[in-house]
Every structure is written in C-alpha cells, then in structure tokens.
C-alpha cells in the first residue's frame, strides 16, 4: 500500500507532455495554443492568488493587471454585447445563465449537435432538454426552421444553438433563428465554444440574448476559461448580487476566474481579436485540405463546402489496417507521431476529427503527405 | 470610443506584477506560492486542454499525466478520505455538496467565522443559513457546542466549520463537531481552504463527511483549484453520474479542473504532503512573529496562543500615521514595499491581517525591524 503510494508519488515528479511541439491537429487544443505574450504571463502570474494584489472586493473591478477594462470595456465589443464577464468555461457560463433563467421542471430547446455539456449543464439545474434533430448522415445539418414547432409545443424558458457544434464542425443559421427567438420572445443563448476567437462573430448581428465563448478552446488560453456575454436586461437576473453582499455575484460564486487563466486570456486577447479577421484563410485551409483528404479516399461528415476549421472524417481504410496490425486502433496515432503530428483521438480509426486552426498551409501539406505515406506503408 | 479600447488593448501588452519576488506576507497568498517543479509545469501544460492528451471521457480518469494515481489514490490518503475529486475552488466545492445534499427552503449550520462563499454558495442552492456567533472581541472563538441547540431548533441538512476561519486564523474543537454532528446524523463539511496543504489534517480524524481544501490558498498551486474529499456514502449522491453519460459527473460538469491550475496542484504535491509534517516549526514562527508585534504596540486578535500562520492586528498607531500624511492608508504599503516586503491590504490600517507561512525566521527578522523603523519615521 504505502510502496504503490510512492510509486504514484515518484509520478509527479517531472510532468512533462508528450505532444508538445508537434504539428497540432488535436479540435480540443488548437484554439488554445499560447501566444508568447500568454506564456509570459503565465510565469508572471503564476502563484496562487496573484492576480487578486490590488483587489477591491471584485475580481471583474481589478485595474493591475487590467482586468476592468478587459471585462467592462474589450469583452463586450469584442462579442458584440452590452454586458461580459468571465467563468470557468463555456459548460460553466450556460449553467449559470440556466440556473438564472429557468426552474427545475421547465424546459429548453437545443439543436441535436449539442456538446454533451449543455445536457449535462440542464441536468444540474433540473430541467428537461428537448432537441431539434440534425438531418443525419452524412451532413447533420441543423434547420433552426425546426425549433419553430417545438417552441410552440413546449413553451421553452431557453433556446441554445451550438455554432459551430464540436463533432462536424457545422454552422447553422444562427441569425435566423435570433428572429425567430425575438418573435417567440424566448431568451436564446449562442454557445460559441468554437466561434468565439477563431472566426467573427458578434451577438448583436446574430440577435442572440447570450453569447458563450471558450479561452481554452479558442481564445489561446490556459484552460480552464470561459467568456459569457449577455444583454444588458439580463444582468440583474444573470448577474445578480448576493443579499449580504452587494458586490458579489451569486453565479459567480464572488469570484470565478482567480488565477492563471485569466492572465493568458488576456495577455492573447490582442492577438486573438486580429486574428478573427483572417478567418477566410483559415476556411479556404480547411477546404484545401479536406479536399485533398477525399483524394486519399476519406469521405468528410457534416456541412460541404465546410465553413470551419473543424473537420470529422470518416476512414474505413484505416480500420481495415487497424484489424490486422499489432498495435490494433493505435497504429495510426503511433505513424502520426513519429512524423511529427499530432490530432486524431489515439485508438479511433473507424473515423477522426481534426482541426487545421493551428497548422499553415506548409505543414498541411506535410500532413497530407504524411497520411498519404501511411495508407501505402500498409496497403 | 476607438481611441479607448485601443489605450485599454495597449495595456495589455507585457502584463507584469508588481509583487514579484517581495517578501510574501498576503495571507491569500503565502500557501499558494508555486513550487520550482509546479513553474516547470505550468510551461510545459501551459496551453488550452494539454491536460486531456489521452483523455478517454474522465478527467480523473486520465493516466498520463497521472491524474488518476493523484485524484484517486494520493488525494484521499492524503485528506483522509475514502472518495476524492477535484474542483476550481473550494467555494465551488462547498456549492457542489450543498446543492447534490439540500434543498431549496432547507436550513444549514454554520459557523460566524464562515467566509463570504459559504453564505453566497448557500444562497446560490436556496438555502437559509443560521450562523453559529462567535465570541466576539478580542478572540472571535467559536465553541462548537454552541452548534447544539440550533441543530435542534432547525432540524439541519448540513453543518458546515471554517477551519481555520480566514479572517482571525482561529481553529475550533472540529473533532468535537465531528462527535456532535454524528449523533445527530448530519453531514458535516469542514472547510480547510488554510488548513489542507498546510498543516495536518485527516477527514478520518476530524469525523467530517467532507474535507475541503484550496490549491491556490495553500496546497502551492495556481488558481483556480480545489479538492474536495468525502466518506464513500455520499459518492452516489455528490459525484453522481449524468443520466445520458454514465462517466459524466453532473455537479461537475463533465469535468472540472481541465487545465494548467491541475498540473500546478500535482507537480507540488509531493513537496505540500512533506511540508504539513512541518507545521510546528510554522506554529512556533508565528507565534514568535506575533509576540514582537505586540512588543511594538500592535494587538493581535483572535486566539492567544495563535495556532494559525494567519494573524489579524489591530493598528491604531499606524490608523494614527495615516490620518496626517500625504499617502493616507496607503502610505503603510509603500513603506514596506521599498523594503521589499508584501502583504497587508493597501489602503487599509486600522488592521491588517498577514501570514508568516511563506517567509523564512530570517526574513521575519527583517519584517519586524521594518515595522520599528516605519513606526519611528513617523513618531
């Protein structure tokens, strides 16, 4: 007992990640890599609590580091909203608007391409989740059409929309159905764990009352991190003071984000607010590079043309070769990394997601080859 | 407008802290200082979601990096505890038992010292909270027979003692409220924010349902993170899973801690699970610490002999001082400041609060003579 303690001790020692500096492919990570300002800051703030030297009694009110105006002031431009603050992640920011807007018992329509959180994040509060079902293989589109006839049988507290949702990477019309939610007069909120950071997207122009985004998902953030912006009629509600005291936030618990998190969110923020602006080229990179896995005879699930970065393929070839070699599902991780790259979930197989955010043009095309290499080394 | 958010966006390059490398007396701050190994591997798991390499659908679940050996082998050793999870903070610890135990309209126990999150998180479950007083001025103490007849005039879901209370670093009979709350039979949560990672403590000892504790307030982390520990009944109800996700724990989300504040609480934990077997060296250096003070006129509230690194004075000479300089409050932090040292709250000097934990006898030296020689400029 106490020898196997120590060996899960002796463990600790030394924590390094194996994936580090290779080519990232991997959806989870590659809106969230550091930018050097971000590392920086991570050293510089790293101690515990450090963030909070000059509070006041509101972490969201901090002015060294400038927090203040990267809540009141960037935030809210920046997606598009009257109202921001910062929480824990995306599957934390839809909980609190939940826990605030609706009670146990009522109910709230999704699109069935939701992340399994927002499920899980209804649970929590108690409340039944009615889905609008996605059009099935091989594209899963969402026709935000069909909430139309939901909202009037179930009479929804919320409506949440996942744009892009995280397993084909599809973008519904999320505007059209910020009209449709403002006739209804049901609060909606746009979970955009893969938008937000990556590509432009203002709560405003989509007409969404809640607008989620991810740092460590998509803002090259330290995880774990989250943004929520809302409008400003929802803040008494949302945001709502505690009784006893009037500067803390119930949802937020006082405070969320106390620590290194915060620090990299916002030491990437200038970095991530420019490059929302190249997201044409990061679409024709994913183009490109889908179309060249077709070639190799890999079929691509979810919308086409895609319009995000997130791809999800389907690959019986690699099964077939994942029958018959040693190593079984694992094979094609272990060829990946010994090119230098790193994405597809080790194991699978049958089919994989990749994201090319992260990879230029160059080292996709090294992926291509690398892949292309792969399937003859076995064929 | 433009011209702001572009000066608000300057300000975000090259965020520095000002308190680097002082000596630390912040009581917040001083068990939350990274180890040399955690720095490393802030570097190393520095970006979004690095952590969850080889995830395969369970946080703690993860074998490399060794979350699994740490959440389920080394933390309840460690806490004394049969079922261990982790958490972003022991205020969400705290939230996440109250609200898997109680329910809206039920009463909870808790005692006067309780910080603002125990309050907040209650109110965030609906709870009403009855508080058990303490003695007042100049100890604070809570006799935790005083728990007995509100247990019997409110018919508690859950009791809960800070342990020790943040602001006077008082440490209750919590073994005395283990034997009380089990002859009633009511959970019991002791919250260790300043204990676990500093001093010893066992859940087991105490007779607690649930340990808490704080990575960044004193298990030398980064924020935010928490543990939370329990006795194996309630893992059913606190860590139950999703009714759609059998590996999903609802009041966790999914997953919690999914990042950097994780890797930071393990590669220290060694050093932590070493360091609170030291606790009668931090003991004698504070109580060493608080009787010079004293010799200088300051008074030290809460319990005499302290058995907390966490020290609370009264100050009127310093409340003096302020009065009739240029700086007001603030001229005591600027003093020690351009001396090198850190810790009571700028602004404040009727009293202040700060901890011996993380400066050596040498630098105590130091920071006493500091205190005369302000003292004296200014007498």
């Not at 580090?20 to 930018?35: A, E, F, R, S």
């Not at 990749?354 to 080859?369: G, H, I, P, R, W």
Request: glycine residues 8%; hydrophobic residues 40%; charged residues 25%.
């Amino acid at each position: 007992m106490k020898q196997a303690a120590n060996k899960s001790l002796r463990k600790l020692a030394n924590l390094r990640r194996q994936h580090k500096d290779l080519i990232n492919l991997m959806p989870l990570q590659t809106g969230g890599i550091l930018t050097d300002a971000a590392k920086e800051a991570l050293k510089e703030f790293g101690d515990g609590y450090s963030v909070c030297d000059f509070c006041l009694g509101s972490l969201c009110d901090i002015t060294n580091p400038p927090v203040r105006d990267f809540v009141h002031e960037l935030l809210p431009q920046f997606l598009g909203c009257e109202v921001a603050t910062i929480t824990h992640g995306a599957r934390e920011a839809k909980f609190i608007v939940m826990h605030s807007l609706a009670q146990p018992g009522n109910s709230i329509i999704v699109d069935g391409n939701r992340h399994y959180t927002t499920i899980v994040a209804a649970e929590r509060a108690g409340l039944n989740v009615v889905e609008v079902p996605h059009s099935g293989y091989p594209e899963f589109r969402i026709d935000v059409n069909d909430y139309i006839p939901l909202i009037e049988k179930h009479n929804p507290k919320l409506i949440l929309l996942t744009y892009p949702d995280g397993n084909y990477g599809n973008l519904p019309d999320a505007t059209k159905l910020g009209k449709i939610t403002q006739e209804y007069g049901i609060p909606y909120i746009l979970n955009g764990a893969y938008a937000v950071g990556r590509m432009p997207i203002k709560m405003s122009d989509v007409g969404a009352d809640f607008i989620i985004g991810s740092g460590h998902k998509s803002m090259a953030s330290a995880g774990p991190c989250g943004v929520l912006g809302m409008k400003k009629k929802w803040e008494e509600i949302v945001l709502r003071k505690a009784k006893a005291y009037s500067n803390k936030e119930v949802e937020l618990l006082g405070c969320t984000l106390r620590g290194v998190p915060l620090i990299t969110l916002m030491a990437s923020f200038p970095y991530v607010k420019e490059r929302v602006n190249h997201w044409d080229e990061q679409v024709a990179k994913t183009q490109w590079f889908s179309g060249e896995l077709e070639k190799l005879g890999f079929k691509q699930l979810g919308e086409k043309p895609h319009r995000h970065d997130l791809l999800h393929f389907e690959a019986p070839m690699l099964y077939d070769i994942s029958k018959r070699v040693r190593e079984r599902g694992y094979f094609f991780y272990k060829e990946l990394k010994d090119r230098g790259i790193w994405g597809p979930q080790p194991g699978m197989t049958k089919a994989f997601k990749v994201s090319t955010f992260a990879a230029n043009k160059e080292q996709l095309v090294f992926v291509v080859n690398s892949f292309k290499a792969i399937l003859s080394k076995y064929s």
